[in-house]
């Protein structure tokens, strides 16, 4: 389970009650992990919130852009393409072609003309004057160096990082430990 303490909503309520976004997002959390011991769900293990894993991301969004898994939009957001990545949707038992576009009518109406897919999803939205002093300085560039991208994948079968190896296109059963 992961922690979401950073998105476009958490950014804008937090500046709406005048706190830091560290401190908004802790409220919350504390207020989650209680209702998750008051209903006696177990608790899992590790719990990194995406604050504290951005590097990750960056690493990730990169190797998507490179296998154009993922791509960058004018303004700089970026989004996921669910049409490029044909086991989207596998582990959840979901069907692609039976997904509606919008179907829950959540379309952020200013993303539906950015996006390539109604259904495509945000891995990285670009800095907006709104978010205030919210940002990571990132560079996220679609030019990834074969070097680089080559770097990427050793990481991530040291680290036997299965869903990054996956992506790849390497078989993740020649890495079980």
Avoid: C, H
Avoid at 8 to 32: A, H, P, V
Avoid at 53 to 73: F, N, P, R, S
Avoid at 77 to 99: H, M, P, R, T, V
């Amino acid at each position: 389970m992961n922690i979401t303490d950073v998105d476009d909503k958490t950014i804008r309520d937090s500046q709406k009650e005048g706190k830091s976004l560290k401190d908004f997002t802790e409220f919350y959390t504390k207020g989650f992990l209680e209702d998750l011991k008051t209903l006696n769900i177990q608790m899992p293990d590790i719990m990194p919130k995406a604050t504290e894993e951005i590097d990750g991301m960056v690493k990730l969004i990169k190797i998507l852009l490179k296998k154009k898994i993922a791509y960058k939009t004018e303004n700089g957001d970026i989004y996921f393409s669910i049409s490029k990545f044909k086991e989207y949707g596998k582990l959840a038992n979901l069907n692609l072609k039976q997904l509606k576009k919008n179907a829950d009518g959540r379309l952020n109406v200013a993303d539906e003309y950015e996006k390539e897919d109604a259904r495509d999803f945000a891995l990285w939205k670009a800095y907006d004057k709104r978010d205030g002093d919210v940002f990571w300085e990132e560079d996220i560039e679609i030019n990834v160096s074969d070097k680089e991208y080559n770097q990427l994948i050793e990481e991530a079968i040291k680290n036997n990082d299965l869903e990054l190896l996956k992506l790849n296109g390497i078989d993740k059963t020649k890495w079980k430990k």
